[in-house]
């Protein structure tokens, strides 16, 4: 398994903007998956990406992928307060079923 | 929806104490994952199991070891807590025909005095 790095660590805009996150990885990958967490409580899965897809949306989330690059990017718009939370990146290269995280990217949105 | 529960929410103990730690989960899952989130570490996994009675080190199973006798519950177990394994602990789980999504639990706040 390998560890995806996620930057910025900290992010404060104002409700009703744009956040972007991003990622990025070492080795190939299968997939990318991207987590949310809220203060003191477990992750919740957001939204997956294989690696033959170049692009993903999900309700107001957009994932994009670069193999290239080795990176991948979390756009939310339309930010809500709601929204403020560690999200983390975690790229499987399909070495075991085992996923690993990185120290996210903590997202405020301020009302 | 997949339910994974961890047992407690809070929990303190003194240096020394045996603790465990329990999560079950509700969706017949076969893979099992106990991480630890230190801040400014992420998380980090300590132990991982494929199947009953099955389990595999992470990467810091030191000072932990884990049971599984049964599909739905994996333990978490400190033999002899010691103060730098103050930590949030979280449980996770994925099935094998799910993909790999991983559901987590809410939580355990250990804290060793």
């Known amino acids: 398994s390998q560890q995806g790095e996620e930057d910025p660590q900290a992010l404060s805009i104002q409700e009703g903007e744009n956040a972007t996150m991003n990622c990025s990885y070492k080795?190939?990958?299968?997939?990318l998956q991207w987590y949310r967490q809220n203060s003191g409580r477990g992750l919740v899965h957001l939204i997956l990406i294989r690696s033959n897809e170049r692009e993903k949306h999900s309700g107001r989330l957009r994932v994009t992928l670069d193999t290239s690059k080795k990176s991948s990017s979390l756009l939310i718009t339309a930010s809500r307060a709601a929204d403020t939370a560690s999200y983390f990146c975690?790229?499987?290269?399909?070495?075991?079923?085992?996923?690993?995280f990185g120290g996210g990217t903590r997202l405020m949105v301020k009302p | 929806d997949v339910k994974v529960t961890q047992s407690s929410r809070y929990l303190v103990k003194r240096t020394g104490e045996k603790v465990f730690l329990e999560c079950v989960q509700d969706m017949d899952h076969e893979n099992m994952f106990w991480y630890r989130q230190d801040p400014g570490l992420g998380l980090r996994l300590i132990y991982f199991?494929?199947?009953?009675?099955?389990?595999e080190k992470g990467d810091i199973p030191e000072g932990y070891s884990v049971s599984r006798e049964k599909k739905e519950r994996f333990s978490l177990i400190l033999e002899s807590a010691s103060t730098n394994q103050t930590s949030m602990y979280l449980c996770a789980s994925s099935s094998i025909e799910g993909g790999e999504k991983l559901f987590f639990g809410s939580g355990t706040q250990l804290s060793v005095l």
């Open positions: 199991s494929y199947d009953v009675k099955m389990k």
């Open positions: 975690a790229p499987d290269d399909n070495a075991g079923n085992m996923l690993t």
């Open positions: 080795t190939s990958i299968n997939n």
